[in-house]
């Protein structure tokens, strides 16, 4: 595919935007960096939203029956103005199709938030997520959200990026309003969606099909919370292997005994973690081209994301599926 929506993503602006930190800076993200050519971004920051200063004192949140968004310095309880200020900014927004966090953070960490004993003592007694953040997860639960420091990991920036710009396809889908729309969607997309999960794809067929002859607004509803739950998590290794042995079979005809041999033990190799899954893809895509396969060049399974948001640096893990 070379032809990519462009997602809306609401970014946490202390990461490359503007120097919005309680201490003043602000973040050099590399994923941002990446990403800003093919995303739209709708940069925020709760706190100086509800007025906190830069630089500012530190807030925190307490154990306290509930939990509560704090100030220690100045005794100041911010939990309703940033409930508040939450909700009406998500009130606000156009159609998005991803959030990208700060981690940690009171107000927007999405977990390992740390919980203080209280505004005056520094015991941790547990992790929770930041206020701005659970809004988010409350209202858009289902979109692609992730925080800055989790995206080191290839397997889930990978799935962070396949979400997100399958969400921001479908969202130009659901806007056309028809069912052809919806069927080139859900053609494309066949064995993408069949590496995260083969049978919620099957749900989303019938409902593609739409057998029962229901009203097509109801179809895109139940179709799009179908399409939340099957990319709720990275696929599996698996999974993967089970596809590329589906998109081999388009070949079987026009393979020797020897490639066929030879493509199985690249598999394998995937499959102990030898290899990485780019280097199967590559082979398919590469008969794809050879035999002019024109219904698979259109499969986002190939290229779900821009090419350029492919790093080859990586934390060290998930690196198998690089």
Request: net charge neutral; with cysteine; aromatic share 10%.
């Amino acid at each position: 595919m070379s032809q990519f929506p462009v997602p809306r993503v609401v970014v946490s602006k202390c990461l490359e935007f503007d120097e919005v930190r309680y201490n003043g800076a602000v973040i050099p993200d590399k994923a941002v960096q990446r990403m800003e050519p093919y995303v739209e971004f709708i940069p925020v920051c709760p706190e100086v939203e509800i007025g906190l200063g830069v630089p500012r004192d530190v807030i925190r949140i307490v154990d306290q029956e509930n939990e509560r968004l704090v100030q220690p310095k100045t005794g100041e309880d911010l939990t309703e103005s940033m409930q508040g200020f939450a909700r009406s900014f998500i009130q606000s927004l156009p159609d998005v199709d991803g959030f990208l966090l700060k981690n940690r953070s009171p107000t927007c960490g999405v977990q390992d938030v740390k919980v203080y004993h209280s505004d005056d003592h520094p015991q941790v007694v547990g992790k929770t997520t930041g206020f701005f953040a659970k809004e988010i997860l409350r209202e858009h639960g289902g979109l692609a959200i992730e925080e800055e420091g989790r995206l080191k990991n290839f397997t889930l920036r990978h799935h962070f990026l396949t979400k997100l710009f399958t969400l921001a396809d479908f969202r130009n889908a659901k806007g056309e309003a028809s069912t052809k729309a919806l069927q080139q969607f859900q053609a494309k997309n066949k064995y993408l969606f069949m590496a995260y999960h083969p049978g919620v794809s099957k749900n989303m067929g019938r409902l593609v099909a739409n057998h029962d002859h229901q009203p097509l607004e109801d179809v895109l509803h139940q179709y799009e919370l179908e399409l939340h739950r099957l990319l709720e998590s990275p696929a599996k290794q698996t999974a993967h292997v089970n596809v590329c042995q589906h998109i081999s079979g388009y070949f079987k005809k026009q393979l020797s005994k020897r490639e066929k041999e030879e493509f199985q033990s690249l598999l394998a190799q995937f499959k102990n973690e030898q290899i990485p899954l780019s280097a199967v893809i590559s082979v398919l895509r590469s008969w794809v081209a050879r035999f002019e396969q024109t219904y698979l060049e259109k499969q986002t399974y190939f290229q779900p994301y821009p090419i350029d948001l492919l790093e080859i640096s990586d934390s060290g893990k998930g690196r198998a599926y690089s």
